[in-house]
Every structure is written in structure tokens, then in C-alpha cells.
């Protein structure tokens, strides 16, 4: 072995001690090359025995285009997750993950990290895979609107404030006009929330009212350039009017109080106040019994003092 070998080598040993960063260790997948620290090996592994699921179901649902790999690093830090980013990029530290569709590169917080399950890191994935292949798939930056909506809805990303938020907006009659929202996204924090609630709702209604392939077949036409409303007219039969009538219609049948009423959720929140109520009742009827065997336990020894009770005992119940 020749001098130079053997100092590489040395090198390498020397490095973790001097502080450098460890090798990253990878796995492969027929689509997917995955790099992570050692001490997130186990959900390396996990997520070895998932992308492929995720892959296929996303391309599926969606027809999108992918590259022939996707490279996926796992960040057990705050400080890897930012210098993982590529030159120049900075993302906020409460983000969970990021997607650079350009580079076909997804950057994840481990559950370690997230302190989550890894279920929910396979949905947060999910949603990140989603921005990758529209990115891939378009002609054009996709829009704010369908680029979110549609990972959100991909990806399982429900959530109850969302819920909450869209049942307040709709009962006052707020909710953001689709030709405003297709057409940009606002900047204000609290119009910006109303937009991505929005968004999700708006896909799943696409979905659910004409079908995965009549939707697939609007995604096709929309990112190979065609205007939101021609996209429309091919794939649905739509006028970007009639969307709106049918949409909010949807959205005061979802959101009103009558399935607020008459949701599963609410019978069991109606169940669960039931017997708080017959808790409280029992817990107070136990403390009202209990005074009454104090009492009569001093009635007991008042008597007893005089002579007048057996020594046997005595309950009210006798």
C-alpha cells in the first residue's frame, strides 16, 4: 500500500474525532435513493419498504411524470436539515420537510427529529412526492392552489383547525372566489390559511364529483399549459362559473350546521358529554353518601357513648 493510501486512510479515521461529519449512510430502491445518518437507520429501513407504495400510488392517482430516481435525505438535526439545503435556499425551522421538484430532491426531519410516528413521516413524504412529480410533470411553476390541494389531499393532511376554519368561512359567506384563487395566492397569513383550506377542498371536490381519471385527464391538460378554464371545459364539461355555483353548493352542504349536527362526530362528542355528565353525577352522589356514613358514624358514637347501639354496627342501608 503506497503512502498516499494510507494517509486517505488516516485522514478518514481522524475526521470524526476532529468534529466532521460522519458519512451519510443510503439505501436504494428501484426509484428512490434515500441517505441518513446511522442513528436513523431504522426509519431508513421502514421507509425502504414504503416509497415504492407511496411511488406508485401517486403516479397512479395522478399520471404524473417522475425522474428515474428521487433522492430523499433524512435529517435527524435542525442543523443538517438546513445545511442539506442546496446553495443559496432557506427554509423556516417549524417546516417538517421541503421539495425541490427541479432536482427531484426531497429533504425530510426524521420522526426522531419530529418527535412523530412514522406513518406520519410516510404522509409528510407523501405530500413532498406529490410537489416533485407536478413539478416534473408541468410546463410551467404549478399553481399555489393545485400544487397544494393536491399534495394535502394525496397525502391524507387532514386537520381539524382546517375544518373549524372552513365551517366559520362558509357560514359568513368569506370563502375566497375560485377565479382569485387560481390565480395567485395571497400573502396575508390569515387569507393564506383560508387558501390552502380552500385548495384542499376544492381538489377533493374535482375528485370525488366526476372521478380520479376525469381529474387525472384536467392535471394532463392543465400543466401542459392550457389555462385553468380550458382545462376545465375538457376535462369536466365546466365553465369556470358553473365550478363556482356547484362548488359552493358543496361546500354549504359540507360545512353547514345540518352535517355539523348530524356527523358521526358529533354523536360521539354528544356521547362523551353524556357521561361526563353522569360522571360528575356519580362522583357527587359517592362524596353525598360518604358525609351520610360520616354522619351516621357520629350519630353511631353518640349513642354508642350513652349506651343505647349496638356494638355490632350499623349502615344506613340496614
Known sequence: MNLSALVFIFLCLLAPALGG????????????????????????????????????????????????????????????????????????????AVAYPSKSLIILKSPNLLKT???????????????????????????????????MYESGDWSLDRYLSMVG??????????????AGWPDETTAAELAYGQSYYLTAYLITAYGQNSFRSFLRYYLSGASFEAALKRAFGLSLFQLEIEWHSFMRLR????????????????ITFLFVIV??????????????????????????SIGTVDPGGYRPED
Open 21 to 96: 461529519p460522519a458519512p451519510l449512510a443510503v439505501s436504494s430502491t428501484p426509484h428512490f435513493s434515500i441517505h441518513y445518518d446511522q442513528p436513523d437507520s431504522e426509519f431508513a429501513n421502514f421507509l425502504s419498504g414504503q416509497v415504492e407504495r407511496v411511488y406508485s400510488l401517486v403516479r397512479n392517482d395522478l399520471g404524473v411524470i417522475y425522474p428515474a430516481t428521487v433522492q430523499v435525505r433524512v435529517c435527524g438535526s435542525e442543523a443538517s436539515y438546513q445545511q442539506s439545503q442546496p446553495p443559496g435556499n432557506f427554509v423556516p425551522s417549524w417546516s417538517a
Open 117 to 151: 410516528s412514522f406513518d406520519q413521516s410516510i404522509k409528510i413524504l407523501t405530500h413532498e412526492l406529490v410537489h416533485v412529480g407536478l413539478g416534473q410533470t408541468s410546463a410551467f411553476p404549478v399553481p399555489r392552489w393545485l400544487d397544494e390541494g393536491v399534495a
Open 169 to 182: 368561512t362558509v357560514m359568513a359567506d368569506k370563502l375566497i372566489p375560485l377565479r382569485e384563487l387560481t
Open 255 to 270: 360545512f353547514s350546521y345540518i352535517p355539523i349536527i348530524t356527523s358521526s362526530g358529533t354523536l360521539w362528542l354528544f
Open 279 to 304: 360522571y360528575i353525577k356519580k362522583k357527587r352522589h359517592a362524596a353525598r353518601q360518604l358525609e351520610i356514613w360520616a354522619l351516621e358514624e357520629e350519630r353511631i358514637e353518640a349513642r354508642r
